[in-house]
């Protein structure tokens, strides 16, 4: 603008612009970027990332949770450094797959995973996760012309534009740099996806010894061997930032199965009136703490409906950034209703993100009803 400027100005100031050039032995038109003075750019930069993106409210990194559906209702995925907490389904059909959707995304874009579970050894839950369906038809057909039809080399080349020619070729990997994907059922994630994943497994009965004792009022001992392994993970790979990784950064994504069950050790799904009542609390506290100061997002499924206190229901979802409920309808009268014969339950949003907001905020849309076809888990108003 500047140029354009001095040059409808006059012979005069025409002249000073080309003599100012020539003193300094560059354009006139220069590339905005660093200054030479070796001063960096003072604005902040979002950190790059393959399946992470920015959000468009607030710049916060997002990532995907696994189901396009849901990120577009959380405002554009799971932002970085947030717990997504899952009521589990009455008979725990539906709960699971969400989970497991969520960690086939982070093997997807190569994310690191951390999974812990007290039911079920991670690497039997890694082997059962659904499969991304590829939907690039133009690659797949020409694949198929290629490898079916033996087209001839010019032929092939005549369907490539000329400025992709020049690009080096890459070699297929677990990475896509796409954000969100959608993902087969019934199909299982390709066996060498999982082999050249980076995953941690916290397995409950393989960690912490039944003779072990704890005091009274703190935390259960499944919780603070989940806590230190998070941590430990967390530390030593870097994502925190006091050690910078060697490689490219990346995300942690940490999935917690059936939290608060008695598989934990924790006595809240069986009485009312508890002991031990802020243990799950505590550990929510804790593990959010974690999550704030480093690359690192978090889902919980809980089965919050054998939690028969319903204080301790509340202070969970307070400690919870994202909080949606699954409700099946199985079992139930609306099984047979006629107005939901073409659906299998419902979601409730109870909890959205406000980030650093002191409060949350909440959905416009608060039930949603979903379905499992054959293939696809999808959510509709």
């Known amino acids: 603008m500047a140029a354009v400027a001095s040059c409808g100005s006059g012979a005069g100031s025409t002249g000073s612009a080309v003599a100012t050039a020539s003193k300094s032995n560059v354009t006139s038109f ?79 874009n190569g994310h690191t995973l951390l999974v812990a579970s007290a039911k079920e050894d991670p690497a039997n839950i890694l082997q059962e996760l659904p499969a991304p369906l590829l939907d690039d038809n133009s690659k797949k057909e020409f694949d ?11 032929n092939i080349k005549m369907k490539i534009a000329w400025r992709y020619q020049l690009l080096p070729k890459m070699e297929i990997g677990p990475v896509s740099s796409r954000f969100g994907h959608y993902y087969d059922a019934s199909k299982r994630i390709p066996q060498e996806l999982i082999e ?3 995953w941690h497994g916290f397995f409950l009965p393989e960690k912490v010894s039944s003779t072990l004792k704890v005091e009274p009022c703190s935390l259960t001992p499944g919780y603070i061997k989940l806590l230190q392994f998070i941590q430990n993970i967390i530390s030593e790979e870097g994502f925190d930032g006091s050690n910078p990784q060697k490689k490219q950064r990346n995300v942690l994504r940490i999935g917690i199965q059936n939290l608060g069950s008695p598989l934990w050790g924790d006595d809240i799904c069986c009485a009312e009136n508890v002991s031990n009542s802020h243990s799950l609390t505590k550990f929510l506290y804790v593990l959010r703490g974690l999550l704030r100061t480093s690359l690192s997002a978090c889902i919980i499924t809980m089965p919050t409906h054998l939690i028969q206190n319903k204080a301790i229901i509340a202070r969970v979802t307070n400690l919870s950034d994202i909080v949606i409920g699954l409700e099946s309808f199985i079992g139930s009268e609306r099984e047979t209703n006629t107005l939901y014969k073409d659906y299998h339950g ?15 905020d909440e959905s416009d849309v608060k039930d949603l009803a979903f379905k499992l076809k054959r293939k696809l888990f999808t959510i509709e108003d």
């Open 196 to 198: 050249a994943s980076n």
């Open 30 to 108: 220069q590339r905005r970027g660093p200054r030479a003075s070796g001063t960096n750019d003072s604005g902040p930069r979002l950190v790059s990332i393959a399946g992470t993106r920015p959000s468009v409210r607030n710049g916060q990194l997002l990532v995907s949770t696994g189901l396009p559906a849901l990120d577009q209702l959380l405002g554009g995925g799971l932002a970085i450094g947030t717990v997504l907490l899952i009521e589990e389904d009455k008979y725990n059909i539906y709960s699971p797959l969400l989970f497991k959707c969520f960690l086939a995304e982070g093997i997807v």
């Open 346 to 360: 419902l979601i409730h949003i109870r909890q959205i993100p406000r980030l650093n907001n002191l409060i949350c």
């Open 144 to 154: 198929e012309d290629v490898y079916n039809h033996k087209t001839p080399e010019s």
